[in-house]
């Protein structure tokens, strides 16, 4: 990989190069025969009459142009910084939390040659220290790795199907990793082998597999740990790459293992500088939910349990849109909480299988917006809304300065009217210097985006 890296850069480089030179020899000859073609024309400019320096329009045009640059860069260097501070001081002055969080990115470059080495490096798994993976549940998010060496992590997944209460209406069968629909969050470090064992304890008869876009390999890792009923397969993967990663279920048909549940989130921290620390982490998962009509009891009665429907999985028209599995799970029954002053990050993927999400938290903005899950990179700064495909991710930082309700959406608004809502309770006192009007907040009757 690194031959094929220096290759690439190589060849980039060279051919500009050389049509830079050729660009150079073309002007050049150009030039010269313009000067033969006009000779009679061109005199020569005596010492009296030849303009200075300072009158030659051509200097004065190269004079002038760099003075505006370096009063440009100047100005604008002293802008940002300008800017930085007042955006500081908005979020509440000297605060350490909003000041780390907006703390220059240039640290992060360097995960890129790590990635040469890990690359390159045969790793001998029997000499790693073995560790036992902690898995969370959503939305819990498991602790910062703190460890600086790599291990030989053991994950194991296990496949179960459960009635669930998927939508206020109706409940559905799922099929989980773990018991849960999104599966465990995963958290891991770059260089770690991770050691995947999948049982499957369904007793439907489905072979289940994981597909983790965190691993290198054919399939992702699928076809190494397709398990049939009753079987366990196990698998080893190492991770060259750092960033958040989705990983499902591929087994045929592979929409209906996603759609059905089979999903979450993999975070393979950098080797060295992680994201700066925040005091509250979060995992939500959007995902989409197609179902048929309930059939109907003796009594001539809908049932509350509906089945999946392919047909409308590709119509790509979703009965509900949900975060974390189902209608309400971060509204009614788990609203997300935080303090006035602190910090959140969401680690935030889309399951699909079909639809991009428009995610936007109301009423704050993402302070670092680690778009596709790249932490790299440097981050975008004070986003509104960040696009997220299908089997796509995003990690975002807020700060909560003002208290009250915060409203996680798909921005893809008529999707609240189908589940996709989700609440930040954040407790406190009252900021009035940063919000405040004349009569007390009084939210819209019928209002779905505000609690
Ligand atoms: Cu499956």
Redesign the pocket.
Known sequence: MRHLLHTSVGSGRRPMIMMARLGLRLRLRNAAMWRHAHAPMIRPISSSTAPSSKRNPTVIIITGISTALAFACVSGFAYSTFRRESSLSLLGGSSSSADQLLAPTSHLFPSVEYYNSLDNEQTDVDKLPMEEAQLTAAPSVPPVITRKHPVLLKVPLR?TTRLSQVTNQYKYEE?TFNGTAPGPFIRARVGDVVELSLTNNDTTG????IDSHAFAGPGGGSALTTAEENETKTGRFKLLCPGLYIYH?A?APVPV?IANG?HGLMYVQPEEQDLPPVDREYYVMQSEIYHEAPDLDDDGRPLDVVDFSYPRGLREDPNAIVFNGRESALTRDAPLKAKVGETVRIFFGNAGPNLTSAFHVIGTHFLNCYRDGDVTSPPARFVGTTSVPPGGTTIVDMKMVVPGSYTIVDHAIFRLDKGAVGFINVSGPQRPDVYVGNLPPQPCVGCKLHA
Do not use: L
């Not at 489905?206 to 597999?209: D, K, S």
């Open positions: 496949t099929w489905n072979p289940h597999n279920c087994a293992h089979m």
